[in-house]
């Protein structure tokens, strides 16, 4: 079955460059996403890459991704404490016309001033 | 920005009261999902439909039940709620090509 996995907390000081790592099982996914939940509120989607590329910028964000290693990492460049929150990898598969999405368990990033 | 919005946002209930968390989209998109989410732990799919009248259970067992009469709406609802269906209820939806998943803000349910 599907299976994405994260650490569960990473701690930078600001200023700093975060990596936040994930590793996924299904090589037929389609897209992987990462997403961003601040405390008490819900999901926001950050970036999302599609499987057949490599790597992905957006302003601070850069996505990398190997597929041979079923790899993705999340780079948050100049890090500020606004940034410290809960972050999601995801991947979703096509099967049959429907998509499934798993998520991971999330990792907790602090940002220390 | 994307249109799908969840209500109540806060609610606390006593047990036995039966609940229903509203959840709406105006982007016409066919699939609606419910997640569950203890905080600090990660999602659980729980409930997820493909269009109209289409309902099916998700990876986590669930006690609740849901409704899909109207493409923008997918109501979840607890009979009779107990301290156990204390957790915070997040609502998505995708569109026919959409592999981009939105999701509302969420509902904090407290059943004491």
């Known amino acids: 079955g599907e299976d994405v996995e994260q650490s569960l907390f990473l701690s930078v000081r600001e200023g700093d460059s975060s990596v936040i790592n994930c590793t996924y099982t299904d090589s037929s996914s389609t897209y992987l996403y990462w997403y961003k939940q601040e405390p008490g509120a819900g999901l926001q989607l950050l970036t999302y890459?599609?499987?057949?590329?490599d790597m992905k910028q957006d302003q601070r964000l850069t996505v990398l991704l190997n597929k041979k290693d079923k790899h993705l990492s999340l780079r948050i460049a100049d890090t500020q404490t606004g940034d410290s929150a809960i972050y999601f990898c995801a991947e979703t598969i096509s099967s049959g016309g429907y998509q499934k999405v798993t998520f991971g368990t999330g990792t907790k990033l602090q940002v220390i001033p | 920005e994307a249109d799908i919005y969840q209500t109540p946002r806060y609610l606390v209930i006593g047990t036995g009261k039966k609940i229903t968390l509203e959840c709406s989209q105006t982007m016409g998109h066919d699939k609606m999902y419910w997640y569950q989410q203890d905080p600090g732990m990660e999602l659980h799919l729980i409930h997820y439909?493909?269009?109209?009248?289409?309902?099916e259970k998700g990876d986590l067992s669930s006690e609740s039940t849901v409704s899909r009469i109207r493409t923008e709406h997918f109501p979840l609802t607890l009979e009779s709620a107990r301290p156990s269906h204390t957790s915070q209820y997040l609502c998505?939806?995708?569109?026919?090509?959409?592999?981009?998943?939105?999701f509302g803000e969420g509902s904090w349910l407290t059943v004491v």
């Open positions: 890459i599609f499987s057949n590329m």
């Open positions: 439909s493909y269009g109209v009248n289409s309902t």
């Open positions: 998505a939806s995708s569109g026919v090509r959409g592999n981009t998943i939105y």
